[in-house]
C-alpha cells in the first residue's frame, strides 16, 4: 500500500477490495503490484488514483472496470472515479516484497 495520509475505514475497506483485482497479465492484484496510488473517499464518492504497468497495456478497460466493481461494492461507496496518472511511472520497485516473491523476482 503506498504512504499517503491516514486512510479512513472507508478508504482503508476499498484498498482491501482492491486486493481482489488481479492484474490479468502478471496474476498478481493491483494493489500489491503497486498500481493504486492513493484512494480518497468523500461523501460516497471514492477517487482512485492508479496507473498500469504500461502505457499501451491492452487490457486497461477491464481494470477499468474491475476497480470500479470493487470500489462500490465497500459499504458507504456509491460511486467511483479513477484518475489514470503517468507520473510516476510504475516501477518493479513499486511491488511489495509479496508480489516480488511470486513473480519470482529477488533483489
Not at 41 to 62: D, N, R
Amino acid at each position: 500500500m503506498p504512504q499517503q495520509e491516514t486512510l479512513t475505514n472507508i478508504e482503508s475497506d476499498v484498498f482491501e477490495s482492491l486486493k481482489e483485482v488481479i492484474d490479468p497479465e502478471l496474476g498478481i492484484d493491483i494493489v500489491n503490484l503497486g498500481l493504486i496510488y492513493q484512494v480518497k473517499e468523500s461523501e460516497g464518492i471514492c477517487h482512485v488514483t492508479m496507473t498500469l504497468t504500461t502505457m499501451g497495456c491492452p487490457l486497461g478497460h477491464m481494470l477499468d472496470e474491475n476497480v470500479t466493481k470493487a470500489t462500490i461494492s465497500v459499504d458507504g461507496v456509491n460511486e467511483c472515479q479513477i484518475d489514470l496518472v503517468w507520473e510516476p511511472a510504475w516501477n518493479m520497485g513499486m511491488m511489495t516484497r509479496y508480489a516480488k516473491v511470486a513473480l519470482g523476482i529477488h533483489e
